[in-house]
């Protein structure tokens, strides 16, 4: 048996959503600063600029998490590869290395606690129910899910998306049934979520960061022909085509000014 106090029961740490085995804290204030540090952690603090951390509650499912993600854990949790084989260490170390994420994400079973690293990043959770079973992400926003949850990585329509849209050649795709949690620039409050219904959706620039695994993803001129695009002043777009959803983070990336 175990206890945990002065955690999610502390007044300065909120918990800000919780969906199948996970729990998204974050802290309200940093405290830990000496006064050469303190002004900048106070109006961090102001600015939403917090730290979080996922827990993951084993009992209520088996978790899948990005390498070295892991801080600390309690109870009975026991930390496996997930390699079930030769073959299933190869088709996994191909995949890693086409779609930029690590070739091996450790998977823990039991019925403890897992505490992952702390993250100025926006932990977002997700249903893969809510994507139709099958949510393509962008490369490194895969930070946990539900082990019921099956890997694959998903090849661009054709080539000129890997070498114009700068997506690469392969992304991160979830398959199945389960919940996971993906590490964003943007918070959730300002991210935009378009259904598509037989239709078209064209972005200049790397926006998105997860679309439906039904729509097929291009990159195209934003014109018809050349001089239209050059007229444009966009060249290249990438394009999300057919019936889905599609996640954008419009601010997380705009250049200084």
Request: net charge negative; proline share 3%; charged share 20%.
């Amino acid at each position: 048996m175990y206890s945990i106090s002065n955690f999610t029961d502390n007044d300065d740490v909120k918990i800000l959503s919780q969906l199948g085995p996970f729990q998204v804290i974050e802290y309200q204030r940093d405290l830990s600063v000496d006064p050469s540090s303190a002004v900048v952690a106070y109006y961090s603090a102001q600015m939403n600029v917090k730290k979080r951390q996922l827990i993951c509650n084993l009992s209520k499912a088996q978790v899948t998490i990005q390498a070295g993600a892991m801080q600390w854990m309690l109870g009975n949790v026991n930390a496996t590869t997930g390699i079930k084989g030769v073959g299933d260490f190869l088709g996994k170390a191909v995949r890693g290395k086409a779609s930029g994420e690590s070739t091996i994400k450790p998977e823990y079973t039991g019925d403890g606690i897992l505490v992952l690293e702390p993250t100025y990043k926006h932990l977002i959770l997700m249903d893969s129910a809510d994507w139709g079973g099958c949510v393509v992400l962008d490369d490194g926003l895969f930070l946990a899910c539900d082990t019921n949850l099956k890997h694959k990585a998903v090849m661009r329509s054709n080539f000129s998306s890997a070498v114009a849209g700068g997506e690469g050649l392969f992304n991160l795709s979830l398959n199945g049934s389960g919940a996971f949690c993906i590490e964003s620039s943007c918070p959730k409050e300002e991210l935009i979520e378009v259904t598509l219904q037989n239709d078209v959706l064209k972005i200049d620039g790397n926006y998105a960061i997860a679309w439906s695994g039904s729509l097929e993803f291009t990159v195209e001129r934003s014109g018809k022909s050349l001089i239209g695009s050059a007229a444009s002043g966009e060249g290249l777009v990438n394009v999300y085509r057919g019936t889905g959803k599609v996640l954008m983070m419009p601010t997380a990336k705009m250049p200084n000014v």
